[in-house]
């Protein structure tokens, strides 16, 4: 059974940075995504299984950065230069391999994390 535990979110000012944290089970595609109240739930970033080969939402772009450990089967998600807009619980999501940004690709998802950012 695919477990994935997050950790990390918080409440920060506008310009702050956090660092969320998602542990994986074993070694999968990553994926994080977030859900702002009232609205659908949005990819963020992603890993893929085996290369570090990354892909990013256009909103999150040169201020987020997703990572992994390897030995760890650990996957970080750092942000900085947080927004307002970026209010969120943020989910952690895993796939055997990576297919793309969309939410029914990844089969597996962890409990979420609230991250708030005051203005």
């Known amino acids: 059974q695919v477990q994935l535990v997050e950790s990390g979110g918080g409440l920060v000012q506008a310009g702050g940075s956090l660092r969320l944290s998602c542990a994986a089970s074993?070694?999968?595609?990553m994926g994080w995504f977030r859900q702002a109240p009232g609205k659908e739930r949005e990819f963020v970033a992603a890993i893929m299984r085996n290369t570090d080969s990354t892909f990013y939402a256009d909103s999150v772009k040169d201020r987020f950065t997703i990572s992994r450990d390897v030995s760890e089967n650990t996957v970080y998600l750092q942000m900085n230069s947080l927004k307002p807009e970026d209010t969120a619980v943020y989910y952690c999501?895993?796939?055997?391999?990576?297919?793309?940004?969309?939410?029914?690709?990844?089969?597996?998802w962890g409990q979420g994390t609230q991250v708030t950012v005051s203005s």
């Open positions: 074993g070694p999968y595609a």
């Open positions: 999501a895993a796939s055997v391999y990576y297919r793309g940004t969309r939410s029914y690709y990844y089969p597996y």
